[in-house]
């Protein structure tokens, strides 16, 4: 099985517009995701709760900007199995 590897500042150049819908859909739609790099989108609670709920099971980096979330967010990487 291969690692998929989403890096949102190499993939997308207008990273800076990117918000809780795109981080949504690409949870939804990329099922065998290991890695998710968002450092520099800003997320809400919801969103980052998304990605965990679809995805914790499996990945094994999530790196983010956390500054707008808050420790319920927080509180649900418990749920990423690494």
């Given at each position: 099985m291969s690692t998929v590897l989403v890096k949102?500042?190499?993939?997308?150049?207008?990273q800076q517009a990117l918000r809780g819908l795109t981080l949504r859909l690409i949870a939804d739609n990329c099922q065998n995701l290991k890695k998710l790099n968002v450092d520099g989108v800003t997320p809400?609670?919801?969103?980052?709760?998304?990605?965990?709920?679809?995805?914790?099971?499996?990945?094994?980096?999530?790196?983010?900007?956390?500054?707008?979330?808050?420790?319920?967010?927080?509180?649900?990487?418990?749920?990423?199995?690494?």
């Open positions: 949102v500042k190499e993939m997308f150049s207008f809400k609670d919801g969103d980052i709760i998304h990605v965990i709920d679809r995805l914790g099971k499996q990945l094994t980096t999530l790196i983010f900007d956390g500054n707008l979330l808050t420790d319920v967010a927080f509180s649900y990487l418990r749920n990423c199995d690494r």
